[in-house]
């Protein structure tokens, strides 16, 4: 991932991209193509490749051109040439193959940074900068809001969904707790991401709540499908 999107996002550990899940079939095709893609940068096409695979759920648009929040939507998917297109939505995977709801996901979030990193550089502004975003949080907390209410994301895909979370809570501030609840319900199903520990942390820092340190820490991951633990105050 680039410097930038990764200090913000944290980069994922291998076991996220590899599968170190329980009852998950081995990866298909398909992914270890998006897989391909990702690990060279190719953060959109990554994400294309799997919302093109078949058995897709929940759609996801940018949010405005440029990384400008208020801007008009665009279409997708994107062109290779990296321009708006007409076409079908990037739709996400199939929650029953989480490893590609994650990848699928991290992608995307990460071509927004990657996105909102070249509309920072074309203003000097301080004002302008400041309403600057990542255009893809938005469609992505539509696409995984559902998946997450319905206990169907993983602890990887939970830890992206708190990602997004996280970010949009500069205009949301409402979105706080939402996030810190996600991130641990992350941890309580992967302990060891650290990612998401990182993320938990700095959220923790914010809010007038019981210290993360006297906060139990899980035992051992909940089994797929299982319910994580009830989320700290």
């Given at each position: ?78 062109s ?59 469609a ?6 559902p ?30 707790l ?31 709540v ?24």
């Amino acid at each position: 991932p680039p410097p930038a999107a990764a200090a913000s996002a944290g980069s994922p550990d291998d076991d996220a991209l590899d599968g170190a899940r329980t009852g998950e079939p081995p990866p298909r095709d398909v992914y270890l193509l998006a897989r391909t893609f990702f690990d060279l940068g190719e953060f959109q096409r990554a994400a294309e490749v799997l919302s093109n695979a078949g058995e897709s759920g929940a759609a996801a648009r940018p949010d405005g051109a440029g990384g400008v929040a208020g801007a008009a939507p665009l279409a997708g998917p994107f062109s290779r040439s990296g321009g708006a297109s007409d076409g079908d939505t990037l739709l996400c995977p199939d929650a029953s193959r989480p490893r590609e709801v994650f990848l699928w996901a991290y992608a995307l979030f990460l071509d927004g940074e990657r996105r909102k990193e070249q509309a920072l550089a074309e203003l000097a502004e301080p004002l302008e900068r400041r309403h600057v975003s990542n255009p893809r949080l938005g469609a992505l907390e539509r696409a995984l809001a559902p998946l997450a209410a319905a206990g169907r994301l993983d602890g990887f895909a939970l830890y992206a969904y708190g990602i997004v979370l996280k970010e949009l809570r500069a205009d949301r501030p409402d979105l706080a707790l939402a996030a810190r609840a996600t991130l641990w319900a992350a941890v309580q199903k992967y302990p060891w991401n650290w990612s998401a520990w990182l993320d938990l942390v700095e959220l923790w820092a914010e809010a007038d709540v019981t210290p993360l340190h006297e906060q139990p820490l899980p035992a051992a991951p909940a089994a797929d499908g299982a319910a994580p633990g009830a989320a700290p105050t």
